[in-house]
């Protein structure tokens, strides 16, 4: 079982819709990120979390920690946001983090 | 700042052969790690460095080799290369690996073995 479980694998959703996208991670942490990679291939950070909630423009990502859950979600879909999203946790000492397999998600105008 | 930058973009190899990838960040960072990306999975960890002088193996390191002379640079080396290195290579560097730092990606490396 892989320690950061994404899902969905795929996501196809209409210009406008609310999008979610879930992470669960089975390793204690000390933060989890989402990451943006775009067709080109470039990974960019778009969150990092410990506890609670974070908003940026139409993205919002929310924790629990106890649930060992997290979830991105994309408010007014745009094809521009036509991407691969990852969550990835950091726990271990050597700060290195530990990716899911993304989930790639298509917005359709 | 350029941030963090890789060279080559692009690259074929041939079974045996061997090369270095090439990895630069210019922000002081103290970490620099090296990831793969394989079709449908997630990064890999091969190798990382805390600072010049200092690396170790992350969970893939079979088959290469890394050095850290400078906290700008950590080159990733190929010896031999073999048909199950064909990955996307993904280097990236934070200024700590403690708590609330965060990773920063350069653009990738396509490299394929054939």
């Known amino acids: 079982k892989n320690e950061v479980e994404q899902s969905p694998q795929n996501l196809t959703a209409q210009e406008g819709e609310f999008i979610t996208i879930n992470c669960s991670y089975s390793v204690g942490i000390s933060a989890l990120h989402w990451l943006q990679q775009h067709p080109g291939g470039g990974i960019v950070s778009l969150f990092m979390?410990?506890?609670g909630k974070k908003k940026h423009g139409r993205l919002i990502a929310t924790i629990n920690i106890q649930e060992k859950h997290s979830s991105l979600h994309i408010t007014a879909s745009h094809p521009r946001d036509s991407a691969v999203y990852i969550c990835a946790v950091r726990g271990g000492s050597q700060g290195n983090l530990i990716f899911g397999k993304g989930t790639k998600l298509s917005v359709k105008p | 700042n350029a941030g963090v930058t890789q060279t080559p973009k692009f690259r074929i190899l041939k079974i045996g052969q061997s090369m270095t990838l090439q990895c630069t960040q210019d922000m002081n960072h103290n970490y620099m790690y090296w990831y793969r990306q394989d079709p449908g999975m997630g990064l890999k960890l091969i190798y990382y460095s805390v600072g010049a002088g200092i690396t170790d193996k992350g969970e893939v390191p079979n088959g290469y080799n890394v050095s850290r002379s400078t906290t700008e640079d950590f080159p990733l080396r190929l010896e031999l290369a073999a048909p199950s290195q064909t990955s996307v290579y993904f280097c990236?560097?934070?200024?700590?690996?403690?708590?609330?730092?965060?990773?920063?990606f350069g653009p990738g490396t396509r490299l394929t073995v054939t």
């Open positions: 990236a560097s934070s200024y700590s690996g403690q708590g609330w730092y965060e990773q920063y």
């Open positions: 979390l410990s506890s």
